[in-house]
Antibody, heavy 117, light 110 residues
Framework: QVQLVQSGAEVKKPGASVKVSCKTS????????MHWVRQAPGQGFEWMGY????????NYAQIFKGRVTVTRDTSSSTSYMEMTSLTSDDTALYYC??????????WGQGTLVTVSS | QSALTQPASVSGSPGQSITISCTGT?????????VSWYQQHPGKVPKLMIY???NRPSGVSNRFSGSKSGNTASLTISGLQAEDEADYYC??????????FGTGTKVTVL
């Protein structure tokens, strides 16, 4: 069965960077795109960007361009999301999601990133 | 990038039908048949309920149905049950390989 297992919770200081991992199993990693979204406490979802796990092509929401980088390691079937210059507004649950075809049937369990001085 | 607009809350009694709207523009909801809906119970991971406007994944109750008219997509829950109480989010492809979520709707079963 398809599984997406994310890395554990992180606490960061303002201005720092964070890198969240999403290790997959149960399917051919390079056959699908991997997306990243976030959900601030008590709020809705914000789509951040995605990576084509076959060729590494990425695309990001305008508000995250230059501050978020999504990568993948095909040898370990893992995707990564790195965000720089963190502020308290970046405190949120971050999810990876495997795309179906323009929908998202599989989600990771979420990684809480807390930004606090 | 502005989110799709959903009502903040919708409520209904057990057995009733409710409909949640998701309003966008001709650049997203109205321009593509790529609207999906997600159910999220408190503290849980979202679950795909509808994709490609009207399609239901295997295992999702046929009490859930989707539709679209112009720039507004809708999710209807018929025969409302206590277990349907959750937050619901729509999502749409927006072109240029980007996506946008709705603002979310809290469904309360009275």
């Amino acid at each position: 069965q398809v599984q997406l297992v994310q890395s554990g919770a992180e606490v960061k200081k303002p201005g720092a960077s964070v890198k969240v991992s999403c290790k997959t199993s149960g399917y051919t990693f390079s056959d699908y795109y991997m997306h990243w979204v976030r959900q601030a406490p008590g709020q809705g979802f914000e789509w951040m960007g995605y990576i084509n796990c076959n060729n590494g092509y990425t695309n990001y929401a305008q508000i995250f361009k230059g501050r978020v980088t999504v990568t993948r390691d095909t040898s370990s079937s893992t995707s990564y999301m790195e965000m720089t210059s963190l502020t308290s507004d970046d405190t949120a649950l971050y999810y990876c999601m495997r795309e179906g075809t323009k929908f998202f049937p599989y989600w990771g369990q979420g990684t809480l990133v807390t930004v606090s001085s | 990038q502005s989110a799709l607009t959903q009502p903040a809350s919708v409520s209904g009694s057990p057995g009733q039908s409710i409909t949640i709207s998701c309003t966008g523009t001709s650049s997203d909801v109205g321009g593509y048949n790529y609207v999906s809906w997600y159910q999220q119970h408190p503290g849980k991971v979202p679950k795909l309920m509808i994709y490609d406007v009207t399609n239901r994944p295997s295992g999702v109750s046929n009490r859930f149905s989707g539709s679209k008219s112009g720039n507004t997509a809708s999710l209807t829950i018929s025969g409302l049950q206590a277990e349907d109480e959750a937050d619901y989010y729509c999502n749409s492809y927006r072109g240029g390989s980007t996506y946008v979520f709705g603002t979310g709707t809290k469904v309360t079963v009275l």
